[in-house]
Nanobody, 116 residues
Framework: QVQLVESGGGLVQAGESLRLSCAAS????????MAWYRQAPGKQRELVAR???????NYVDSVKGRFTISRDNANSTLYLQMNSLKPEDTAVYYC??????????WGQGTQVTVSS
């Protein structure tokens, strides 16, 4: 059984930082491209950052320079370090495991709320 379990969300003020974690089980973690997505109220889910098994990364323009995605293949864990948070970063954040460019597995999500 595949499980992706996010943690680390919460309520912070603008300018502060949070670190999200996603613990994976039931998959060969190191074989998957992993990603963080987010969905704000009334908006579509968007890709925030993606990391290949080898560590190559991509980010949506709105988070470049503020967010850092990383992975620990030995411990099957994905991270998202979020600095200089803005109110527009408020959303439910999901981790996903991609295979052949398709997100095959999703976590349950963790709420991030940034107050101004």
């Amino acid at each position: 059984q595949v499980q992706l379990v996010e943690s680390g969300g919460g309520l912070v003020q603008a300018g502060e930082s949070l670190r999200l974690s996603c613990a994976a089980s039931g998959i060969i973690f190191s074989s998957y491209v992993m990603a963080w997505y987010r969905q704000a109220p009334g908006k579509q889910r968007e890709l925030v950052a993606r990391i290949t098994s080898g560590g190559s990364t991509n980010y949506v323009d709105s988070v470049k320079g503020r967010f850092t995605i990383s992975r620990d293949n030995a411990n099957s864990t994905l991270y998202l370090q979020m600095n200089s948070l803005k109110p527009e970063d408020t959303a439910v954040y999901y981790c996903g495991a991609l295979w052949a460019l398709v997100t095959r597995y999703w976590g349950q999500g963790t709420q991030v709320t940034v107050s101004s």
